[in-house]
């Protein structure tokens, strides 16, 4: 048989060790994803799109109404982008590729704020680019400006942001956004900003878009989708938008590899769009359980927990227990009957384990109780 690609040797499989779904008696605090359903309005056009006969192929980028759409979407984080340089793609784990693709070449380095989304790692490993990365402060998981300038060599070409992040919960201030702006303009680096949970933040500040900021708007590019503020995860639906020269190689891109996400679903994602109410509500609903959840988790000891201030993640420091983290989290899914992430199978989260808490109250209670009666039974 012949070789396959090399690279593929070096791509890790991120949280799937620890994902797969136990028996019933166990409470799971791993999956990252909302617990709702898609919104009704979002279902019925979608169902409406098929029976009009919306099958057949149609323009690549997406339809015009949803790009225009995506663009007015991207305004209330004061993000100004011309709906022609907005491309709809499969899931924002694509734009995340295109982004990449578009603009790094082989061996260029990407400074990736680490504990990071393990997928950014084996997306730069698979198009032969280099992940970098920078630790975040260990104590609010915030950027440590003096460990990026550090990592900064002549080979290094963008930043990846993610701010809510996956897996920490952090929300960058906009002073730190700023200082990721000029940081960037000092460099010459392109910014790829992940603003998959925008709409999910529990600070009283925003997201912020470095896109939004002097000299952000010329090397950022956003990519965001659907999947979490509108649970729609399995719709697979994402977007891109940045600076034309550069959506002009993401479109190249997408006719290359995916055409365009299924047509049917472009009316029903203009829709989304449209909702506030709905959406409004799945994010207030995470909001209290994030109360929730740190409120409890404050109380296990050896466990430090910063409160979560956006997506739905707890980060959980749990050094002070004695055990490290896989030995936390096989030990909690078979003593306890709790599924968590270990924080070391991604870089820099050695020492942490990941809680989702996108589940019932009634399993945050159960669960953390279990963790307690487990931990104190010590
Ligand atoms: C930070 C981050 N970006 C992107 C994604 C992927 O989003 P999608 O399901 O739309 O591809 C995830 C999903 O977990 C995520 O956590």
């Not at 409160?307 to 227990?321: H, K």
């Not at 989290?329 to 968590?340: S, Y």
Request: charged share 20%; with cysteine; glycine share 8%.
């Amino acid at each position: 048989m012949p070789e396959i690609n090399r690279s593929l040797e070096h791509v890790g499989i991120g949280f799937a060790a620890f994902l797969a779904p136990p028996g019933p008696e166990v409470i799971r605090f791993t999956v990252g994803q909302p617990d709702f359903d898609t919104p009704t309005p979002v279902v019925e056009a979608v169902k409406a799109a098929l029976d009009r006969g919306e099958t057949a192929y149609t323009r690549t980028q997406g339809s015009v109404e949803l790009c225009d759409a995506v663009a007015e979407h991207l305004t209330i984080h004061n993000i100004k982008v011309d709906p022609e340089d907005v491309v709809v793609t499969p899931g924002c784990k694509q734009a995340v590729l295109y982004a990449m693709m578009a603009t790094l070449d082989v061996g260029d380095e990407v400074l990736v704020l680490s504990p990071a989304w393990p997928s950014y790692d084996g997306m730069l490993k698979l198009i032969n680019a280099v992940p970098v990365h920078v630790p975040v402060n260990r104590k609010n998981y915030h950027p440590d400006f003096n460990a990026l300038e550090a990592a900064v060599t002549p080979k290094t070409k963008a930043i990846m942001l993610n701010s809510p992040n996956n897996p920490t919960g952090a929300v960058y201030t906009p002073e730190e956004v700023a200082r990721i702006v000029q940081f960037a303009i000092k460099h010459d680096l392109w910014i790829i900003d992940d603003m998959i949970y925008a709409t999910l933040v529990w600070t009283d500040y925003p997201y912020t878009s470095p896109a939004a900021l002097p000299g952000g708007a010329e090397r950022t590019l956003t990519v965001g989708g659907w999947s979490k503020g509108w649970a729609m995860t399995g719709w697979r639906l994402g977007w891109i938008a940045g600076p034309k020269k550069v959506m002009d190689g993401v479109k190249k891109i997408n006719v290359s590899a995916a055409t365009h996400v299924a047509t049917f679903m472009m009316p029903a994602a203009t829709v989304a769009l449209g909702l506030n109410e709905e959406t409004s509500m799945m994010a207030a609903s995470f909001k209290e359980r994030r109360n929730l959840i740190h409120e409890l988790l404050t109380d296990l000891p050896g466990i430090v927990v910063p409160r979560p201030e956006g997506a739905f993640y707890a980060f959980c420091d749990i050094s002070g227990t004695g055990m490290d983290d896989i030995e936390f989290a096989t030990r909690a899914l078979e003593e306890a009957k709790v599924q968590l992430i270990p924080g070391s199978l991604i870089e820099g989260g050695a020492g942490f384990i990941r809680i989702s808490y996108a589940t019932s109250p009634e399993n945050i209670r159960e669960g953390v109780r279990r963790l307690s009666d487990w931990l104190n039974s010590m």
